[in-house]
């Protein structure tokens, strides 16, 4: 009689099949996956199959020697207030941009810029910005500078002074006081001749003007009164020199002054002679 039959030997078999089949599953899978990702990458982003440029490769160089000073001889003139401010090219820049004090004033494809917006006695800073074709720039370079005082002899005397007088010699003053003058220059800019007037006075006069120093005679009444209380005309003789100076409204202007006034008073009708002398300081109002 046959033996019967048994299933030990066919265990192996089984298991191979297994083992087949899971690995053609996995294999199907990934091919599945490959032929998902094939047809998904029109919407996978560009920028993430390209590569990043390097940002500092072209990153323009910083401006080098960066100056900043006065142009040509500065006068009473404003339109000889001018700044210079130059610095050496930039490889691969195509121009510059430049600020002062924070606010940008002009873009040039040169190595210099004329300002003519400033004044005398001031400090400014100066920002330069080297700027590419494609308008990419460098890190900015500063430089400072403070503009010097013009001389005193060319500060122009102009508008409405307080005058604090002190009595250095007179027959009937035995103290000082304070009295407001007017000048009036006889030009359009810059130091000249100037007319006076003292406010609520009638004396007028014009003092004319060698460099810092004024000296001038006026005449109508003053100070003095005859022995009666009235007004008398008096001849007065003004000489100061300015002190000091700064700019004003675009000018440079004096803003104080020191001197002495002198008031001559001819006898009235044998009634009244004076002569009084005073040394004073002035002190500009605007």
């Known amino acids: 009689m046959p033996p019967a039959p048994t299933t030990a030997p066919l265990r192996p078999m089984y298991t191979k099949l297994l083992l087949l089949g899971l690995v053609g599953a996995i294999a199907a899978s990934g091919v599945a996956v490959a032929i998902a990702l094939l047809l998904a990458r029109p919407d996978i982003p560009a920028e993430l199959h390209v590569a990043t440029p390097d940002a500092a490769a072209s990153r323009l160089m910083a401006v080098e020697d960066l100056r ?32 002062r004090d924070g606010r940008r004033l002009d873009e040039t494809g040169g190595t210099e810029f004329i300002d003519d917006a400033v004044t005398p006695e001031r400090r400014y800073r100066y920002e330069v910005v080297a700027v590419g074709a494609d308008r990419n720039r460098s890190k900015p370079a500063r430089v400072r500078i403070r503009t010097d005082p013009l001389p005193k002899s060319v ?15 007179s027959s009937i003053f035995t103290s000082g006081g304070r ?45 003095t009164v005859d022995c009666h209380g009235d007004v008398v005309s008096s001849t007065v003789t003004l000489e100061f020199r300015v002190v000091k ?7 440079w202007r ?18 009244l002679s004076a002569n009084n002398r005073w040394s004073f300081t002035g002190t500009a109002q605007g």
């Open 179 to 223: 009295i407001v003058v007017t000048f009036t220059p006889d030009c359009r800019q810059g130091p000249c001749a100037v007319g006076w007037g003292f406010e609520r006075l009638g004396n007028t006069g014009t003092a004319r003007n060698d460099g810092a120093h004024y000296e001038g005679t006026g005449f109508g009444g003053f100070l």
């Open 68 to 99: 900043a000073e006065e142009e040509g001889r500065w006068t009473a003139d404003p339109g000889t207030w001018r700044l210079s401010v130059t610095w050496t090219p930039v490889e691969g820049a195509t121009g510059y941009v430049i600020s």
């Open 254 to 271: 004096a803003t104080e002054i020191s001197g002495t006034l002198t008031e001559s008073v001819p006898s009235v009708s044998n009634c």
């Open 155 to 169: 500060a122009r005397v102009q508008g409405r002074w307080l005058i604090k007088l002190k009595v250095e010699s």
């Open 245 to 251: 100076a700064h700019t004003v409204r675009e000018a």
